[in-house]
T-cell receptor, first 115, second 114 residues
Framework: GAVVSQHPSRVICKSGTSVKIECRSL??????MFWYRQFPKQSLMLMAT?????????EQGVEKDKFLINHASLTLSTLTVTSAHPEDSSFYIC???????????FGDGTRLSIL | DAKTTQPPSMDCAEGRAANLPCNHS???????VYWYRQIHSQGPQYIIH???NNETNEMASLIITEDRKSSTLILPHATLRDTAVYYC???????????????FGGGTRLMVKP
């Protein structure tokens, strides 16, 4: 089946640090990738959608200058949390899809803890 | 995308069939029904999806009513490892690069008990 790899799985860092999370589709080309965030005991909330080679589309309330998304190839997207603060601590999950009529497949998430 | 309604939680005995219902009474003709599950501290896992016909794969069966206003995910022989939150999502499948993302509701927390 389709495999999406997300790295790192866990990050603990100091406030003010920028953190980069990578998302790779290992056995298919992902024309569209998605980034979600999940707080404890809540459901997944979509942050942004990106198509390869295009600028990401951010959901309302998500700061594009704080959450930088790059989708430079059909197998790799990155999310950079810039100048992270404790309130950015969350579970970040990426998802990839080959084409519009294919299922989305998810990575195993990155647990980000900002001290 | 059409809204879905699922019970917040369900219990199932190990080895028995788990039947998870989902209501999607406002579903449109071109919207698919997708099921995912999320085991604690992991990303969601795709289970199955369908449009009109019932579907079966190695993980589960999906039964969609004739009017498509509801569906049931069936895990034929639940194991302890099937304990997870199960999400029913309806979404238009477009063969283009439009966003068309999955929107997650609260899901059903299935607890499989020994």
């Amino acid at each position: 089946g389709a495999v999406v790899s997300q790295h790192p799985s866990r990050v603990i860092c100091k406030s003010g640090t920028s953190v980069k999370i990578e998302c790779r589709s290992l056995d298919f080309q992902a024309t569209t990738m998605f980034w979600y965030r999940q707080f404890p005991k809540q459901s997944l909330m979509l942050m942004a959608t990106s198509n390869e080679g295009s600028k990401a589309t951010y959901e309302q309330g998500v700061e594009k200058d704080k959450f930088l998304i790059n989708h430079a190839s059909l197998t790799l997207s990155t999310l950079t949390v810039t100048s992270a603060h404790p309130e950015d601590s969350s579970f970040y999950i990426c998802s990839a899809r080959a084409s519009g009529n294919q299922p989305q497949h998810f990575g195993d998430g990155t647990r980000l803890s900002i001290l | 995308d059409a809204k879905t309604t699922q019970p917040p939680s369900m219990d199932c005995a190990e080895g028995r069939a788990a039947n998870l219902p989902c209501n999607h009474s406002t579903i449109s003709g071109n919207e698919y029904v997708y099921w995912y599950r999320q085991i604690h501290s992991q990303g969601p896992q795709y289970i199955i999806h369908g449009l009109k016909n019932n579907e079966t794969n190695e993980m589960a069966s999906l039964i969609i009513t004739e009017d498509r206003k509801s569906s049931t995910l069936i895990l034929p022989h639940a194991t302890l490892r099937d304990t997870a939150v199960y999400y029913c999502i309806v979404r238009v499948a477009k063969n283009n690069n439009a966003g068309n993302m999955l929107t997650f509701g609260g899901g059903t927390r299935l607890m499989v008990k020994p």
